[in-house]
């Protein structure tokens, strides 16, 4: 993402500060969970994390942007409560006295408490599906599909939350103007990347005689750039930017209705 967005990182197995072709910027890999709190003390000027994390951490932190982009698919992540399939357990209040395993220790509590129960929030380290329900009774566990809960014979009973990465900073960086400048040019370059992904930059040949057909099957994020051809009046120049995933069935109905020439290239950035 760095990269499309006109920045070359790179990254040493050995170091956890990449080095990157802007002498305005110093790097640092932490692991997303401890970014919020880093930024909200100044050690680090801004960091990008998960929403979940902000909140996990109760983080005063000024959002810069919201970057949505995730491992498996583009909705938020979501962390739910999941209990085995024959679980007596149905809703919040049914987890009375229960022991919940839990990434999200804090979140969890303030869930508990806001639906009036009393139940024991313990930490886990990792392959928290595995624990129920010899360890707990039930997991409060971060998904995009619910595939590896569904998996492992889980059943999601309630959603607490869903997160999406967001670029963050903290709040005496943001006041600093220089700082935050530099901020807001890296996050609309950031966005600009990912508004990018899934689409695709077109050009064609049209005749004159057949644009009106060949515009109606066209989207666009605005209109059409339309361009004469040199020393031909009866044919333009067309260059849309169109979802990747209409291509495939919009080339062929642009060769039908006589467009040529057509060419489809990637894109960086989009700045809408």
């Known amino acids: 993402m760095m990269r499309r967005a006109g920045w070359i990182v790179n990254v040493s197995e050995r170091s956890y500060f990449p080095s990157v072709d802007d002498d305005q910027l110093q790097i640092v890999l932490l692991r ?7 930024v909200q003390d100044g050690v680090i000027d801004c960091g990008i994390t998960g929403y979940d994390n902000v909140l996990e951490n109760n983080a005063d932190v000024q959002e810069v942007a919201e970057l949505i982009y995730s491992k498996a698919t583009s909705r938020p992540y979501r962390w739910v409560l999941a209990v085995p399939q024959d679980s ?27 639906h009036g129960v009393t139940a ?26 619910g595939s590896t809960l569904r998996a492992h014979g889980l059943k999601i009973i309630d959603e607490l939350m869903s997160s999406t990465t967001r670029f963050v900073a903290n709040h005496d960086a943001w006041r600093d103007e220089w700082k935050r400048v530099k ?43 339309i361009s004469p051809l040199s ?22 109905q642009l060769l039908r209705e006589g467009a040529t020439g057509i060419i489809e290239y990637p894109l960086n950035k989009v700045i809408a």
Request: no cysteine; hydrophobic share 45%; net charge negative.
């Open 32 to 38: 997303a969970q401890e970014i919020p709190r880093y």
């Open 88 to 114: 007596p357990i149905h809703s919040a209040a049914d987890l009375q006295g229960k022991r919940i395993a839990t990434e999200l220790v804090n979140v969890t509590k303030r869930y508990l408490e806001k």
């Open 120 to 145: 024991e929030v313990e930490f886990s380290w990792g392959a928290t599906e595995v624990k129920v329900p010899d360890l707990v009774d039930a997991i409060v566990e971060g998904t995009e599909t």
């Open 183 to 225: 901020m807001q040019n890296v996050a609309t370059l950031l966005l600009g990347a990912l508004q990018a992904e899934a689409k695709v930059g077109l050009k064609m040949n049209a005749p004159r005689a057949k644009l009106q057909p060949i515009l109606a099957l066209l989207p666009a994020m605005q209109n059409p750039t």
């Open 231 to 252: 020393n031909d009046e009866d044919w333009v120049a067309l260059e849309i930017v169109a979802d990747e995933s209409r291509v495939r069935d919009l080339i062929p």
